[in-house]
Nanobody
Framework: QVQLVESGGGLVQAGGSLRLSCAAS????????MAWFRQAPGKEREFAAA????????YYADSVKERFTISRDNAKNTVYLQMNSLKPEDTAVYYC??????????????WGQGTQVTVSS
């Protein structure tokens, strides 16, 4: 079983950038597709980005495409989310998840505790 710890959240002005990290413990990290979800206040948790175990294929929600980049370093058991051109509507708690490929929450069975990202206008 893998455990996930996110970091890198914070407060940033619109147009700025942040890089989130998700450190995984456990020897089975490379077996998982890794994803980032986000949950804004009063809204459901939504898919943002995913990367398959090899790092060769990445997938993005339309709302973040061309602004966010997901990557992984299997040697460091870490997945990243580089977020550029941030908008106030990107404000949310961002969660790292591990599981099978897909954009639905039920595809992922291991979750981190979340990290807050706040984008001011």
């Amino acid at each position: 079983q893998v455990q996930l710890v996110e970091s890198g959240g914070g407060l940033v002005q619109a147009g700025g950038s942040l890089r989130l990290s998700c450190a995984a413990s456990g020897r089975t990290f490379t077996r998982y597709t890794m994803a980032w979800f986000r949950q804004a206040p009063g809204k459901e948790r939504e898919f943002a980005a995913a990367i398959v175990w090899s790092g060769g294929n990445t997938y993005y929600a339309d709302s973040v495409k061309e602004r966010f980049t997901i990557s992984r370093d299997n040697a460091k058991n870490t997945v990243y989310l580089q977020m550029n051109s941030l908008k106030p509507e990107d404000t949310a708690v961002y969660y790292c998840a591990a599981g099978n490929f897909g954009t639905a929450r039920h595809n992922y069975d291991v979750w981190g505790q979340g990290t807050q990202v706040t984008v001011s206008s």
